[in-house]
């Protein structure tokens, strides 16, 4: 009988964690970023400068979220027009993902689109078992990306599904 009640109150505090880690997910959507995505709780934010020429850098946005060994993070940068205009949509996210899975193993890769602009999605696995799950979408010169960080399968992950799922483009 005890057995029977110890397990009971283990399954309780198991299904009331599961109910409140489900219960941080949050919408988030940045002055200026024009997108809207969940996020499994509050993002810490910060801008990094992403060179984009000799002396040349524009700023990248982020909204990061750790929760344990899995990673969030939603960031955009806006190119300059003689970049942005330079080549096709196709060309400029191929350019993306060969710099992000530079030195790493890509797999996965398939093309999709967020209503009428271009994206990828795809895994970057590093050689030391790291793998990142990617999307990312080129609009009018703005690059948007989504990564989740974790273990082998992140990308199958139902957080990192409802991560990804969940973008979408907001009016100003």
Known sequence: MRFG???????????LTGAAL?????????????????????PKISTAPIPVGPGQTVPMTEAEVRLG???YLASWVDYPERIARAASADLMLDRIRDGSSAGNTLRAEKKLTLGRFPGREYVVVQANGTNTAMRTYWVRG???????????????QPD???FFDSFSLVTP
Do not use: H, K
Request: with cysteine.
């Open 160 to 162: 990192t599904r409802r």
């Open 142 to 156: 703005r690059l948007y990306q989504l990564m989740v960080t974790g273990g082998a399968g992140i990308e199958a």
């Open 22 to 42: 489900a219960q941080g997910w949050t919408a988030y959507s940045p002055d200026g970023g024009r997108y809207r995505v969940d996020m499994p709780a509050a």
């Open 5 to 15: 009640f110890g397990m009971w109150c283990v399954g309780l505090c198991l299904l």
């Open 69 to 71: 060994n899995v990673g």
